[in-house]
């Protein structure tokens, strides 16, 4: 099978500065892939060389087989894009804008109707539909744009910051949207939101400044960090220091950590699974436990260590 989006050596320089820099990948069809790095990585530049708006300097794009530079229009029209901030025709409505993307998209008659009113209740544009866009609050305005990116039902989706500057409850519809949609389609978001890459993307790729660091799974990514397995656990006050003097005598143990009077957290030795091991020794050392867990990993601490090391862009 052809991935949707297929990208090979991909290179951007503006002068001097080599802003993104050999990336290839590729994205399938029921993939969301979460587009993660540092401010100034180099995310917003490649979406945009990926959708068209800005010439690779070197490097290929292919969306569903076709070269984006070799057979523009038609592999802009698989493409939705929204991209970063809200670049919109401030003095439109969202209602007009939306019929004009539309008409723009060749969408028709019924057809169009029915879209445009689909899109509308999915995005809950209803009460805003006849406001001047540039009337329109953050979050509705970053709304009216997802909603032009969905509106002909592309197969790639390619969303900068989707859920950027949403509240709580829209940040909640727009993952479940994103999800709702991914079965026949390739997503791409750019996030600076690690739960949000746990809880909607099935791959998530890491840059720096404009290199790939890192490719895989959430959790695939979560079990390269220092708390892979970690197991906190929670004692009386009088027991925990028995416990962080006894535990890392066992050579199963890494280290361990006291994180208050009460609470340990222990690292186990090659990042294997110790919380069965652990409750057996309090059982058998007759410590009496408050609380114990395993830790899955930490996105976050695992974005840190890949990102820092190369060192971010301003
Ligand atoms: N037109 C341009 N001319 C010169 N430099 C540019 C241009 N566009 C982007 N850059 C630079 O390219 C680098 C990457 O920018 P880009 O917007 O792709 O980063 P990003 O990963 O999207 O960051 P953020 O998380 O802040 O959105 C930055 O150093 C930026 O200043
Ligand atoms: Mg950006």
Redesign the pocket.
Known sequence: MTALIEIQHLCKR??A?K??DDLTFQVDRGEVLGFL??????????MKMVTGFLTPTSGTVCIGGQSITEKPLQSRRQIGYLP?GAPLYADMTPAALLDFVAGIRGLRGETKRQRIADVVSRIQLGDVLNQRIDTLSKGFKRRVGLAQAILHDPQVLIL??PTDGLDPNQKQEVRSLIQEMASDKAIVI?T?ILEEVEAVCSRALI?AN?KLVADGTPQELEARSRYHNAVSLQLSAEQAPLAAARLPQLDWIDSCQTLDNRTLLIFPEGGQSVIRAVAQLATTEGWQVEQIYQQGGKLDDVFRDLTDTAGA??
């Open positions: 503006f002068g500065s802003v993104v790095g540092p401010n100034g990585a180099g995310k917003s530049t490649t970063e900068d910051e750019s600076h840059i404009g862009r301003s």
